[in-house]
């Protein structure tokens, strides 16, 4: 084994890692609307920080949606070559 070198199962590639990472934001968002921690409308909280926060979080959020649909459509850059 070589250090530095971790190579991912095959089970879990660039898409897998792509959707579970998604999968787990949204719990999480999810999570705190529910709870009351987190506003449904970016202006809640009426400062510049709180718009600043949640376009961010949109944004990722949009880009991960982008590289996923471009991952299905596709899916050669993605393919491991050994």
Known sequence: MHLG?????????P???????????LYRILI???DG??????YAHGTAQA??????????LENVAEAFRRL???PEPYVCRR
């Open 5 to 13: 070198t971790r190579r991912a199962p095959v089970h879990e590639g």
């Open 51 to 60: 718009e600043a926060d949640f376009w961010d979080e949109l944004t990722w």
């Open 15 to 25: 898409g897998r890692v792509w959707i579970r990472d998604l999968r787990t934001r």
């Open 37 to 42: 921690q987190r506003a449904l409308q970016p």
């Open 32 to 34: 705190e609307i529910r």
């Open 72 to 74: 299905h459509r596709d």
